[in-house]
């Protein structure tokens, strides 16, 4: 049950966060049809910006823009998405991603070159850090840049990998002849996926009415019903393995009845009544069941600890969108998954419990 919720659990964490790291949370565009990566552009609001910033359950808000572009190089071509972010963008979030190299050194001084591309499209290319490459933005009239790799990411979500390059959002400005306060939307980055919801709203009730907010349950519907419904998974084994042990301590529990029948008859002959002796037998089952969570507890926690540091057990990423088994261990979620257990085997000591009253002490003391 441990290693169910755990894998589980951390799966749709992991999945959640790299759509995050890549698209942030929450967006907040112009309130339009289009429904290209290019976006139109807004007007920065240093106001709005503090007041979300200033939300406590938001981690970062940072300005963003697409263009869309080719990549040449060694006579091979990449069609590809060139995302621009400025200095207060939040590279935490996807620093874990970055497998070589160092993040752009940006700032509001200067406009740099440096760009991070993918290691899907770096092997497409043959390019690695320090390469230059040139870049065709498809417009009227089209446009070349030359950019240096400064570092190569790999994230296992191919939908990412094939797309995204990251560099200057002032390339980009200058490219659509904006002005410097024009960007093509915002990031929000959270502090707590469970209070997206919440945020999204009260972001909506904030901004102006020709723009809107939208999070990536919005804008990545099938992948989040897709997490969901592993939900459903855990359930049923959750469901299952309780069945498994209530069964077996149920037959444990009737076959120490049987042995001890004997001192039951002993013990009402004494005056014990059923209710005392029926306690005697449902505390020391859960005596028993306590020995087991804790062997239970060291051998799931043990292998899920290993999994999440040493990655022993692989996974192909083109399917699973990553490398490696993820593993969450909530402390909340193993806590209530122990009580939850005990809880429920003590309920269903009461049932065999209940023979205990039919025993009669003449009988019972006869049993051989």
């Not at 740099?112 to 933005?137: C, H, P, R, V």
């Not at 909506?204 to 804008?219: G, S």
């Not at 002993?266 to 059923?274: L, V």
């Not at 490696?324 to 939850?340: E, H, K, R, S, W």
């Amino acid at each position: 049950m441990i290693l169910a919720v755990s894998i589980v659990t951390g799966f749709q964490e992991s999945i959640r966060t790299k759509i995050a790291s890549f698209d942030g949370h929450i967006q907040i565009t112009k309130y339009d049809f289009n429904n290209s990566m290019e976006l139109p552009p807004i007007n920065r609001d240093s106001i709005l910006e503090q007041k979300i910033r200033l939300h406590k359950g938001v981690k970062s808000i940072s300005p963003f823009a697409y263009k869309g572009g080719i990549i040449k190089s060694s006579g091979v071509v990449q069609g590809c998405v060139f995302k621009g972010v400025d200095e207060t963008y939040d590279w935490e979030n996807f620093n874990p991603w970055l497998i070589s190299g160092k993040i752009p050194v940006l700032n509001s001084n200067k406009k740099t070159n440096e760009i991070i591309i993918s290691k899907l499209i770096a092997e497409k290319l043959q390019l690695g850090i320090d390469s230059s490459i040139l870049m065709y933005f498809m417009q009227d009239p089209p446009r070349i840049r030359k950019f240096t790799i400064s570092g190569i990411y790999e994230s296992g979500f191919s939908d990412f990998d094939n797309k995204f390059v990251y560099g200057d959002i002032r390339h980009i400005q200058k490219l659509n002849s904006w002005k410097n306060n024009e960007i093509a939307g915002y990031e929000v980055i959270l502090n707590n996926f469970d209070d997206m919801e919440s945020i999204t709203s009260w972001i909506f009730n904030e901004i102006d009415y020709d723009l809107k907010a939208m999070n990536i349950n919005q804008r990545y519907p099938f992948i989040m019903d897709w997490l969901k419904l592993l939900d459903t998974n855990v359930y049923f084994i959750l469901g299952l393995m309780i069945m498994i042990s209530g069964i077996g301590m149920i037959a444990t529990l009737l076959i120490l009845i049987l042995e001890k029948t004997k001192f039951i008859g002993t013990m009402m002959a004494m005056g014990a009544t059923n209710k005392s002796i029926r306690k005697i037998f449902i505390y020391h089952s859960l005596h028993l069941s306590f020995r087991g969570l804790l062997l239970g507890n060291a051998i799931g926690l043990g292998i899920s600890f290993i999994q999440y540091y040493f990655k022993i057990i692989p996974l192909d990423a083109s399917t699973y969108y990553m490398n490696a088994i993820p593993i969450n261990l909530n402390p909340i979620y193993i806590i209530l998954l122990n009580i939850g257990v005990i809880a429920i085997i003590a309920l269903m000591m009461l049932w065999p419990s209940r023979i205990i009253s039919k025993i009669t002490p003449v009988k019972a003391l006869r049993h051989e």
